[in-house]
């Protein structure tokens, strides 16, 4: 099987508005799944070298390289278009970083495109605070020769210590930053750095700079922030919004966390983000409920809501449609005749019609839940796996001491706990991802894949639980079975992305 | 902080349509406001804006909201009916909002808008959602997302 290098650009066109991460430094080489090893040694510019077809191209940013990142940036529109390093600033935020369009915009109108992005009209000079005679400030009403004010480019003149609390309040109460706009009614000039540098200082000018920087990330669609706690990096990833129906960008943090860049979910391959927001949605308003609902509820024949019987007769009015029926046989009342208090009307017409209605309601929910008790059930064992994995260490250490085998030797427990977690993360997905599938020959694949992988896991989850004297022994075969699974995973994950990519998938459901 | 003088500063000219019904304090002022055409809607009423100012007027937005004086007293004043005023008085203006206001604004710019908004209004309707709004919002008024999505009204 071959990977495909060219992934990206096939599903992106090369002109497209937000496409400003060139992407000529790839240098990636065809290569089979050999490449196993999900584990990262480097965290600075490291493209993978083999990718398989569910894998994605990605980068991962430290929050320096970030802000080098911005300034580069900042620099060459600023060295281009002949303004000042804020201003580029600003007219950059304003075409959401996409360089090439915004010099292209400047030049070919460079007025309008400043006043669209809030820059107005461009003055010579460094910006600084004066005393103007005859000077009256429009927040505090303050006047006087002697009160020291600041106006940008706009004009809107106000005094200093308006314009700091002004400031203060925007960045402080309201985390804005790079939409600052004029404190002056309906200006839409923005407040360039070079603003704020003059007039704030210290802690509020350092969160400035903070917010700044995180707005870069936030602007950007192709850097996302690593949604682990207290992870300061950004990953960098070219997989644009619209080709998330045929891609799930599936990325790993330096700091080791797996996550989907298209909605920053933990991974949930193979599924695509839609699927699985639409899965999470349904499990929230269904599961804890629907099995308590099939054992003991029934549909109105009439109007399909769902009712209780709390005790009482047969005889049912639902409450919403006031049709009566029989709880027993689901069949008319009015066909009971006088039998009223036992019902042995079970071949009528009239309630054979509306059990084949109930049951078909009943076999949805029963299709449903057989996706979701699996689903549930591998997020069960991934949960469990991961308190074995943290006895793993303690595992090791006294297999250690026991077997005399060295630390090295012992990280096959290591390797394979986390195998075992990635696995049942991908088959927990797998079955929210069939749920949505609509059956035919590529789903028999789907299921022999899934249904492989599936016992390729358990086995290996068995072995795993063995006592540690028997560990030792089994070092070989743990260290086959783990190979093995990760081999299950890539192939699932390959064959779910191709035919992805390719839309070969027929799904039960629009999205 | 800066409130005092500017707010002082309003009370030496007053535009038409609008009168001081309450000032005492620099917390809360009370006004009174006219349409000033002949909207068939609005004619011939009188309603009263409360605003609230916090420590940090003008910066921040001071809170404005209509409120009610019973029909039977001396000066009745009902909520104006309008597609962007709920029926508690809360008004959902643009300019408002944190994002949408600027510390030049004042009382009588904030009552001016508002005088304008009742004029151009043709729509003898609540906003939509009005009665699930009024039992069941707990927020300050600046804080509540209104989606200012049509500036004809």
Request: with cysteine.
């Amino acid at each position: 099987m071959d990977s495909d290098g060219e992934m990206m650009s096939d599903v992106s066109s090369p002109d497209d508005f937000l496409d400003t991460q060139a992407s000529d430094d790839d240098s990636l080489g065809d290569g089979g799944f050999g490449d196993l090893d999900t584990g990262f040694d480097d965290d600075n510019d490291l493209f993978r070298q083999q990718r398989n077809p569910h894998e994605v191209e990605y980068k991962v940013l430290n929050p320096a390289e970030v802000e080098r990142e911005r300034q580069d940036q900042i620099a060459e529109v600023s060295a281009v278009v002949g303004l000042s390093p804020e201003l580029a600033a600003v007219l950059l935020r304003f075409g959401q970083w996409n360089k090439e369009k915004i010099i292209e915009m400047y030049i070919d109108y460079p007025e309008r495109t400043l006043d669209r992005a809030g820059v107005g009209p461009v003055t010579e000079g460094r910006a600084t605070t004066e005393m103007i005679p005859g000077f009256l400030c429009g927040i505090c009403f303050d006047e006087g020769d002697d009160v020291e004010s600041y106006a940008m480019r706009c004009d809107h003149r106000f005094c200093v210590d308006c314009y700091r609390h002004y400031l203060e309040q925007k960045i402080k109460e309201e985390g804005e930053s790079a939409r600052i706009r004029c404190p002056g009614n309906n200006c839409q000039h923005i407040v360039d750095s070079q603003s704020v540098e003059l007039l704030l200082s210290g802690e509020i000018r350092d969160r400035y700079h903070m917010l700044l920087t995180r707005t870069y990330v936030d602007d950007k669609e192709n850097l996302r922030w690593c949604p682990a706690p207290n992870c300061e990096h950004v990953v960098d990833c070219s997989v644009k919004k619209r080709d998330l129906r045929r891609i799930v960008p599936t990325v790993q943090c330096a700091c080791s966390h797996e996550f989907c860049h298209g909605c920053s979910l933990p991974d949930h391959q193979p599924a695509p983000c839609t699927l699985v927001k639409m899965w999470i949605k349904k499990c929230e308003d269904d599961s804890e409920t629907s099995n308590w609902i099939s054992a003991n509820t029934k549909e109105c024949p009439r109007c399909q809501s769902t009712i209780e019987k709390n005790g009482g007769c047969n005889h049912m009015t639902c409450r919403k449609c006031k049709h009566e029926f029989c709880w027993m046989c689901m069949g008319l009342w009015a066909e009971h005749g006088t039998s009223w208090y036992n019902c042995n009307r079970f071949e009528e017409k009239s309630g054979s019609d509306a059990r084949s209605a109930q049951a078909k309601s009943r076999a949805s929910l029963d299709r449903y839940l057989h996706y979701y008790n699996r689903y549930s059930n591998h997020e069960q064992s991934a949960k469990l796996d991961k308190d074995l994995y943290l006895k793993t260490e303690k595992k090791m250490t006294s297999l250690q001491s026991q077997s005399g085998l060295s630390w090295i030797e012992v990280q096959f427990l290591d390797t394979a706990s986390h195998a075992l977690q990635q696995c049942r993360q991908t088959l927990k997905w797998t079955y929210a991802f069939a749920f949505y599938l609509a059956r035919n020959n590529l789903t028999e694949i789907f299921e022999d894949n899934q249904k492989d992988l599936e016992m390729a896991v358990e086995n290996l989850s068995q072995m795993f639980e063995k006592p540690i004297p028997e560990l030792a022994q089994l070092k070989v075969d743990i260290l086959d079975k783990t190979a093995y699974c990760k081999k299950r995973r890539v192939i699932l994950l390959n064959d779910t992305a191709e035919n992805l990519k390719n839309g070969e998938w027929s799904f039960n459901v629009e999205w | 902080m800066f409130a005092s003088k500017r707010l002082s500063k309003m009370q030496e000219h007053v535009p038409p349509g609008i009168a001081i019904a309450k000032s005492e304090n620099l917390e809360e002022w009370q006004m009174d406001i006219k349409v000033l055409d002949d909207n068939p809607l609005y004619q011939n009423q009188t309603y009263r804006l409360k605003f609230t100012f916090g420590s940090k007027y003008p910066i921040e937005p001071p809170e404005v909201q209509f409120i009610e004086c019973a029909a039977s007293s001396d000066t009745p004043r009902p909520i104006p009916i309008h597609p962007h005023i709920y029926s508690n008085g809360i008004i959902c203006l643009d300019l408002l909002s944190s994002a949408g206001w600027s510390p030049v604004q004042t009382v009588e710019s904030v009552c001016m808008s508002i005088q304008s908004m009742l004029t151009a209004n043709s729509r003898n309707e609540r906003p939509p959602g009005d009665s699930d709004f009024v039992s069941y919002n707990r927020r300050r008024i600046r804080d509540i997302p209104f989606v200012y999505e049509d500036d004809n009204v």
